[in-house]
């Protein structure tokens, strides 16, 4: 039954919280590959091999440009962002008569769910699913009787949740015509025209909850990205070694690490798995790589520690610390740049419940020798940051940031030993 299915996936969203970067979070490449691919790959793993992909202006052609083997993607502009409701009557050409699956493009959850999802869906019984919240998330909160859904209530506020279960975006109609009916009437002013569309339909069909209890993390703001390569790292990479892979003398790997096509490890380092490193990359003397992926041609120099980060493409490095941050490409950095993780009162940083956070930075950005970024900064594209700055506060694209010194010259009235003989006696 389930090849009658039509998978809605929603990539047509805006993402401003996903700034710095401007990559759209639906096609942000996760160890090389866009993580719509993942996500679909795993639905088509689960039997479903018809989507019809809702995108926006700047992302459709190259979700256009996706293929998967024995699937078949179609894709839909939604020409504004205006919710998941809008998204849905924009793929009304290609969905009417259909049973459907919506899905979010970039929400990472465990292999298991899509299996129970497909599972469920050959009850040809319409489902949502629901998750129990460890702590309060600004998202819609299931109203439940009798383990049937009732309603949603979107973003109720810390202590007003209508229940413990959070509302992930799989949503399952045996026919998608009278939810659809439902939302070319509705007019709001707010973004809720799907949950109002939900609340109505509801009141006629049964729909079941599908608990899950696993793993989930949707892509919204960027620190999301260390989440999501947190849990590729420790449940999809496995150990592997591409073609012409030299790894020098005194270097020692330990754990799940991939390595790609071509790379260079050389002497005195250490990787500590799990951790990717893709095509054409060059592992410098005397690193420490942990827990990170490192993308393509990237070059990360002597004497750098890279440690729980996301590194994307074209990054260049020379004696750096790089803690809990994310770069998304093309980003070079002169010798002593530090990303600070930590703050010195071991508080959260920004809001996000970390204590360890680094900085968020876009592609196109060089930055210059001794300069600190603070924990938590985020950094536009196309900027340029001299050299022996701290700095402390998120840089806008475009930026040229320098730092001014000032210092005093004066003669030089004592004479400059050329010996050293009695000091190095000493050592």
Request: with cysteine.
């Amino acid at each position: 039954m389930k090849k009658n299915v039509t998978v809605v996936v929603l990539a047509g969203g805006a993402g401003k919280r996903f700034a710095p970067f401007t990559t759209d979070k639906s096609v942000f490449p996760i160890a090389c590959e866009p993580i719509i691919v993942r996500n679909m790959m795993k639905l088509t793993e689960a039997g479903l091999t018809r989507f019809v992909v809702v995108t926006n202006p700047a992302n459709d052609a190259i979700i256009r440009s996706f293929s998967l083997p024995n699937a078949q993607i179609e894709t839909v502009v939604q020409n504004h962002a205006k919710g998941m409701g809008d998204a849905l009557l924009s793929a009304k050409s290609l969905t009417t008569g259909q049973a459907i699956l919506v899905v979010n493009a970039e929400d990472v959850v465990d292999a298991t769910l899509y299996h129970d999802i497909g599972s469920a869906i050959n009850k040809r019984s319409p489902f949502v699913v629901g998750s129990v919240a460890k702590q309060y998330f600004d998202g819609g909160y299931l109203r439940v009787s009798q383990s049937r859904l009732v309603g949603i209530v979107e973003k109720p506020g810390g202590g007003k949740e209508p229940s413990n279960l959070i509302k992930l975006v799989f949503d399952y109609f045996p026919l998608s015509d009278p939810l659809l009916e439902r939302l070319s009437t509705i007019r709001s002013t707010r973004d809720d025209q799907y949950e109002q569309a939900l609340d109505t339909y509801v009141k006629e069909y049964p729909v079941s909850i599908l608990s899950y209890d696993g793993y989930w993390s949707p892509l919204k703001y960027p620190w999301h990205v260390l989440d999501v390569t947190r849990h590729f790292l420790h449940h999809d990479v496995a150990p592997a070694r591409g073609k012409n892979v030299d790894i020098r003398n005194n270097v020692i790997i330990e754990g799940s690490v991939y390595m790609g096509n071509n790379v260079k490890i050389f002497e005195n380092t250490k990787i500590v798995g799990p951790a990717y490193i893709g095509d054409n990359t060059i592992i410098g003397n005397n690193n420490i790589i942990r827990e990170s992926i490192i993308g393509k041609n990237c070059v990360t120099g002597f004497n750098t520690d890279i440690t729980r980060s996301y590194i994307g493409d074209d990054c260049w490095f020379h004696s750096n610390y790089i803690g809990d941050s994310v770069l998304e490409g093309n980003i070079s950095m002169g010798a002593g740049v530090v990303c600070a993780n930590f703050r010195l009162d071991e508080q959260e940083i920004l809001s996000t419940g970390r204590t360890k956070l680094g900085a968020m930075i876009a592609r196109d950005v060089r930055i210059g020798v001794n300069t600190s970024v603070m924990p938590g900064v985020k950094i536009g594209t196309n900027t340029l940051i001299g050299a022996g700055i701290i700095v402390d506060n998120d840089l806008p694209d475009g930026s040229f940031c320098i730092g001014k010194t000032t210092y005093e010259t004066k003669k030089n009235t004592r004479n400059i030993s050329a010996d050293r003989g009695k000091y190095k006696a000493k050592l």
